[in-house]
């Protein structure tokens, strides 16, 4: 016998799924990106910073851990002694030296017809948050950078007037905040890739030679969309 309430439960979650306003499209991405910010924090931690319930964030975060993109290490509690705390962080990639890989920040579609024309399902090593689905990592990616972008929306709507302005004050001497949406022609658009290439590259090179990973939350999202 069929359960038809369960049918439909199930249908309208794949629905929801579906919907790019939908809580899970943007609590996933959401932790990854305070995990990237901060290297690790504990449950109640990422709750709080989120606004959800307590049983809502530890579901969102066994998933990401069977998924292997988070890890968990249980440590003694600072000031409690009997008491074990999970915190969470990201699981970075390592290379063939088995040093940790920096993140791919610019993925270009060659990449990911690279990626729909193999042979084997496993993911490609160099795209940090994918698992073998191109149509999947690349709205992964999408949803990560709404994710970073709602995090800082949030950070804004919070500030009093005067909070404001010292906020402002302090960022006077560099290009932030700001957000800018280009419509390009072909040319433009080719143009603008390829010198924004050049400069991730050096940047990425500099972490890499440096073998750091350290950073002061400057944030900065860029997208190349080609329609």
């Known amino acids: 016998m069929i359960n038809m309430s369960t049918d439909v439960e199930v249908i309208e979650e794949l629905k929801k799924e579906e919907n790019i306003y939908s809580s899970g499209e943007l609590i996933r991405p959401s932790i990854l990106w305070l995990l990237l910010r901060k290297t690790e924090l504990t449950a109640k ?3 709080e910073a989120l606004g959800l319930k307590r049983q809502t ?13 988070i890890k968990v290490e249980y440590r003694q509690h600072p000031s409690k002694p009997h ?7 990201r699981v970075k990639k390592k290379g063939k030296k088995g040093k940790a890989k920096k993140k ?5 579609a060659n990449r990911y017809l690279e990626d729909l024309n193999a042979d084997s399902d ?6 940090e948050y994918c698992d073998g689905d191109v149509k999947k990592a690349i709205i992964e990616k999408i949803n990560f950078g709404v994710a970073a972008l709602s995090e800082k929306k949030k950070f804004i709507q919070s500030m009093s007037e005067e909070e404001l302005k010292a906020f402002l004050e302090t960022n006077k001497h560099f290009p932030g905040p700001s957000l ?5 022609t072909n ?41």
């Open 45 to 47: 931690d990422i709750q």
């Open 104 to 108: 791919n920040w610019i993925y270009p």
């Open 122 to 127: 496993t993911s490609n090593p160099d795209c």
């Open 187 to 227: 040319d433009e658009f080719e143009e603008f890739g390829k010198r924004m290439d050049e400069l991730y590259k050096d940047t990425l090179q500099r972490w890499l030679v440096e073998n750091k990973d350290q950073h002061d939350e400057n944030f900065v999202v860029v997208g190349f969309f080609k329609e």
């Open 57 to 69: 964030t530890y579901n969102y975060l066994k998933e990401l851990e069977d998924k292997g993109w």
């Open 180 to 184: 800018d949406v280009l419509l390009l």
């Open 83 to 89: 008491m074990n705390v999970g915190y969470y962080s």
